[in-house]
T-cell receptor
Framework: AQSVTQLDSQVPVFEEAPVELRCNYS??????LFWYVQYPNQGLQLLLK??????LVKGINGFEAEFNKSQTSFHLRKPSVHISDTAEYFC??????????????FGSGTQLTVLP | GAGVSQSPSNKVTEKGKDVELRCDPI?????LYWYRQRLGQGLEFLIY????????KSGLPSDRFSAERTGESVSTLTIQRTQQEDSAVYLC?????????????FGQGTRLTVV
């Protein structure tokens, strides 16, 4: 089984400032990693994913994340945030095909609030 | 349709009543997930369907919860004898397969309020 820890439940940041949302995971098998965003009163949508290859992945809306296997982390970053980035962000992990688990496991979420 | 469709979008029910929530996945998606999201909390896995395999029910919180899926199409989540702690947004997601690589697409959710 795998688990995901999002270390910050709330992250306030001023507009145009950089932001990092932290995510750590644990798993006994290889994993795939995802970041999803949930805007107010909407469903979740995929921001980016790491499957294999380059450890730095770029997603939509200027977000990127870096997979660090030794630290079992997948932190999400954006160099300059906008008011419209205000949302809940969820980190998720699923087991690679060699594993037995099938479902996505989500972290508890980080509420990013961008202040004017 | 183009996306995952859930109905109803909102449901208010009296404690003790049964409710049925519906999910229409994206056509061709063999994997289907149900999650529960309580206010201010993360997503809690409930159940997973993959093709004709036996569903993974390991996340269902009690025997009042059950779900069915007809082939690779519609799924219904049923909650019997609802309790106030069942109040939450119930999210359905579908994906192309169970290899974990593929993105899960989420519906808008059903907001259930038990009064």
């Amino acid at each position: 089984a795998q688990s995901v820890t999002q270390l910050d439940s709330q992250v306030p940041v001023f507009e145009e400032a950089p932001v990092e949302l932290r995510c750590n995971y644990s798993s006994s098998v290889s994993v795939y990693l995802f970041w999803y965003v949930q805007y107010p009163n909407q469903g979740l949508q995929l921001l980016l994913k790491y499957l294999s290859g380059s450890t730095l992945v770029k997603g939509i809306n200027g977000f990127e994340a870096e997979f660090n296997k030794s630290q079992t982390s997948f932190h999400l970053r954006k160099p300059s945030v906008h008011i419209s980035d205000t949302a809940e962000y969820f980190c998720a992990v699923s087991a690679a095909p060699s594993g037995s688990a099938r479902q996505l496991t989500f972290g508890s979420g980080t509420q990013l609030t961008v202040l004017p | 349709g183009a996306g995952v469709s859930q109905s109803p979008s909102n449901k208010v029910t009296e404690k003790g009543k049964d409710v049925e929530l519906r999910c229409d996945p994206i056509s061709g998606h063999t994997a289907l997930y149900w999650y529960r999201q309580r206010l201010g909390q993360g997503l809690e896995f409930l159940i997973y369907f993959q093709g004709n395999s036996a569903p993974d029910k390991s996340g269902l919180p009690s025997d009042r919860f059950s779900a069915e899926r007809t082939g690779e199409s519609v799924s219904t989540l049923t909650i019997q004898r609802t309790q106030q702690e069942d109040s939450a947004v119930y999210l359905c997601a579908s994906s192309l397969g169970d290899r974990g690589r593929t993105e899960a697409f989420f519906g808008q959710g059903t907001r259930l309020t038990v009064v």
